[in-house]
């Protein structure tokens, strides 16, 4: 922990950055839904609607499935994160992969929200959201955060000694930032899906 606070503080400017990133994808993914015609909110609901019924239907969920899925799901994103950071040219696919997340989240708030009314919305986001995403966000700004400070290192001393040591430090960071990811696979698997599947009845 002292490792990752230390990380932190040296390159707090860096994560307000990325931060700042990621909250722009989510009021994007809030804006795109707002702005959405009848016609897509329509079939949205209607999405929203089969996914919520079919989750009734089903006595027992495939956890195995489920977390098979978002471990190669959050293994795919790291991997693109430390590539696309260890090029000089990736940067900003780094900085479009944050925002995407980002909206992918905003835009599931909205639609929860939108079409399930406030508390049930707000409820449906506490049980399928908040757990995993404790440790899956900052996973993936400490994540980013590394690829952007490779690339920094990278412009200011391009001597193959300091490349080599930025690039060792970069990819044990990002297997850090990974192990993270996986431990929010696990929350999302084994807690929040089980909640949800208990709670379903309600929505």
């Not at 996914?51 to 089903?58: A, M, P, R, T």
């Not at 996973?139 to 193959?160: C, H, N, P, T, W």
Request: proline share 1%; hydrophobic share 50%.
């Amino acid at each position: 922990m002292e490792f990752l606070k230390k990380h932190i503080m040296q390159n707090y400017k860096k994560y307000v950055i990325m931060m700042i990133f990621f909250v722009l994808g989510i009021f994007l993914g809030v804006f795109f839904i707002n702005q959405a015609d009848e016609n897509q909110k329509t079939e949205i609901q209607q999405y929203l609607g089969n996914f919520i019924g079919d989750l009734k239907n089903v006595e027992t969920i495939d956890q195995v499935e489920v977390l098979t899925s978002s471990i190669y799901d959050k293994l795919w994103l790291t991997i693109s994160i430390w590539f696309f950071g260890t090029t000089i040219i990736g940067l900003p696919i780094v900085f479009g992969l944050v925002i995407y997340r980002g909206f992918c989240l905003g835009y599931t708030i909205a639609i929860a929200i939108s079409f399930m009314g406030f508390t049930k919305g707000f409820l449906f986001i506490l049980i399928t959201l908040v757990l995993q995403n404790i440790i899956f966000i900052p996973a993936l700004i400490g994540l980013s955060v590394s690829g952007f400070k490779f690339y920094q290192s990278i412009i200011k001393d391009r001597r193959k000694e300091n490349i080599k040591i930025s690039f060792i430090r970069h990819t044990i960071f990002s297997t850090i930032m990974l192990l993270l990811m996986v431990i929010s696979s696990f929350l999302e698997t084994f807690i929040s899906t089980k909640l949800l599947k208990i709670l379903i009845k309600y929505f």
